[in-house]
């Protein structure tokens, strides 16, 4: 049937076989102005469908039917050019851009459906004082995450969480005849929720990229989308005069993505080995001529060291007591400094031969 067929379709859009992300191939950034699209599609379509449609048989779900169908047919797939590693992996963490978009103008639109005769605009004054200060939070949190955003704090994401709550537990009032899926806007409305539209898709899109998942397992793209949602969502719900700042969330992400700090890994400690070098000094004394060279083995509490020197003099008379055929009265355990290689010469008889002298050791072994 067509519609297995296709649940298949989308479904396999998720496997991706490849294991990096080719960053520096043109065609993994196609999705990306195809999530922004979808997403400023789905605004116009909104606008579209309130302004076409005569004001008495306006319906709220026939305008979200338009808008989500609108969206979905263009993030069905990602659009593929060649063979570019690691584009099912990024188009799985921005698909979901557009139904977040969709879903606040839902929520949006649920804020304006109870309301009551008395309601004026004064109405819930202190609310509306409460929404832009969990507004201004969440642009700060937004901020913070846009200053690193390849940290694995997830502060940011609980400080736009705790907003939100506090948001629809005090949303701001309801106004009769409004929201974005029943009532005709004016000129400036449409441009504005466009614009909204846009901006939000960027922003999200630019925080995918910054921070993508290491792989496109379930959980990693979660953790992607949420971050990079919370860290977008103030630019759907701030004031008009606040939008500038989403160009300002960009830039900043793009100077914190590129910067040497945050593209190299943390220096690796040293201190405990540093720790082990000054025990075996104080104990005994500098190692002079190791550089390299010469041997250590046994624990920091009863270790042994020889120099160059010493070792090239047990070996030497190991040679000479294997050629002489005593090599039985003594046992030889040299081993590297560096554990590449370590060996033991024991057991060989005083009659054995010289051509014998590998099947007269009991242990050789390599690390």
Same mark, same amino acid.
């Given at each position: 049937? &067509?519609?297995?067929?296709?649940?298949?379709?989308?479904?396999?859009?998720?496997?991706?076989?490849?294991?990096?992300?080719?960053?520096?191939?043109? #065609?993994?950034?196609?999705?990306?102005?195809?999530?922004?699209?979808?997403?400023?599609?789905?605004?116009?379509?909104?606008?579209?469908? !309130?302004?076409?449609?005569?004001? #008495?048989?306006?319906?709220?779900?026939?305008?979200?039917?338009?808008?989500?169908?609108? *969206?979905?047919?263009?993030? $069905? &797939?990602?659009? $593929?050019?060649?063979?570019?590693?690691?584009?099912?992996?990024?188009?799985?963490?921005?698909?979901? !851009?557009?139904?977040?978009?969709?879903?606040?103008?839902?929520?949006? %639109?649920?804020?304006?459906?109870?309301?009551?005769?008395?309601?004026? /605009?004064?109405?819930?004054?202190?609310?509306?004082?409460? /929404?832009?200060?969990?507004?201004?939070?969440?642009?700060?949190?937004?901020?913070?995450?846009?200053?690193?955003?390849?940290?694995?704090?997830?502060?940011?994401?609980?400080?736009?969480?705790?907003?939100?709550?506090?948001?629809?537990?005090?949303?701001?009032?309801?106004?009769?005849?409004?929201?974005?899926?029943?009532?005709?806007?004016?000129?400036?409305?449409?441009?504005?929720?466009?614009?909204?539209?846009?901006?939000?898709?960027?922003?999200?899109?630019?925080?995918?990229?910054?921070?993508?998942?290491?792989?496109?397992?379930?959980?990693?793209?979660?953790?992607?989308?949420?971050?990079? +949602?919370?860290? @977008?969502?103030?630019?759907?719900?701030?004031?008009?005069?606040?939008?500038?700042?989403?160009?300002? %969330?960009?830039?900043?992400?793009?100077?914190?993505?590129?910067?040497?700090?945050?593209?190299?890994?943390?220096?690796?400690?040293?201190?405990?080995?540093?720790?082990?070098?000054? %025990?075996?000094?104080?104990?005994?004394?500098?190692?002079?001529?190791?550089?390299?060279? *010469? @041997? !250590?083995?046994?624990?920091?509490?009863?270790? &042994? !060291?020889?120099?160059?020197?010493?070792?090239?003099?047990?070996?030497?008379?190991?040679? +000479?007591?294997?050629?002489?055929?005593?090599?039985?009265?003594?046992?030889?355990?040299?081993?590297?400094?560096?554990?590449?290689?370590?060996?033991?010469?024991?057991?060989? *008889?005083?009659?054995?031969?010289?051509?014998?002298?590998?099947?007269?050791?009991?242990?050789? $072994?390599?690390?």
């Amino acid at each position: 049937m &067509r519609l297995e067929r296709l649940a298949r379709d989308l479904a396999s859009n998720g496997i991706d076989e490849d294991k990096s992300i080719d960053f520096g191939a043109a #065609g993994l950034y196609l999705p990306a102005a195809q999530t922004i699209f979808a997403t400023t599609l789905s605004a116009c379509v909104s606008v579209l469908a !309130c302004w076409l449609i005569p004001v #008495g048989t306006i319906s709220a779900v026939r305008t979200l039917a338009l808008t989500t169908t609108a *969206g979905l047919l263009v993030i $069905r &797939r990602p659009i $593929r050019i060649g063979q570019t590693r690691g584009v099912n992996t990024i188009f799985s963490a921005l698909r979901p !851009c557009c139904v977040i978009y969709v879903a606040c103008l839902v929520l949006e %639109q649920l804020i304006h459906t109870c309301i009551s005769e008395e309601s004026t /605009y004064e109405h819930g004054f202190w609310r509306r004082i409460i /929404y832009h200060a969990c507004m201004t939070v969440m642009t700060l949190a937004a901020f913070l995450r846009a200053k690193s955003p390849r940290a694995e704090s997830d502060l940011p994401f609980l400080i736009s969480t705790v907003a939100l709550m506090v948001i629809a537990m005090l949303p701001p009032p309801a106004l009769a005849l409004s929201g974005p899926l029943c009532s005709p806007p004016t000129l400036s409305q449409a441009g504005e929720r466009i614009l909204r539209a846009f901006l939000f898709a960027s922003v999200y899109v630019v925080l995918v990229y910054s921070a993508a998942p290491i792989s496109n397992n379930l959980a990693d793209t979660l953790v992607c989308i949420a971050r990079s +949602a919370s860290s @977008s969502a103030w630019v759907l719900g701030a004031v008009t005069y606040s939008l500038p700042l989403a160009l300002v %969330q960009i830039c900043l992400l793009l100077y914190c993505s590129f910067s040497p700090a945050s593209m190299q890994y943390d220096a690796v400690s040293l201190s405990r080995a540093d720790d082990v070098e000054s %025990q075996v000094g104080d104990k005994f004394g500098p190692l002079h001529g190791m550089n390299g060279h *010469g @041997s !250590c083995s046994g624990s920091v509490d009863a270790i &042994r !060291c020889s120099t160059p020197v010493e070792e090239d003099h047990e070996v030497a008379q190991a040679v +000479a007591m294997i050629k002489s055929g005593n090599a039985g009265m003594r046992a030889v355990n040299a081993q590297s400094v560096v554990g590449a290689l370590s060996f033991n010469l024991s057991g060989v *008889g005083p009659g054995s031969l010289p051509g014998s002298i590998a099947s007269g050791m009991s242990e050789f $072994r390599e690390h």
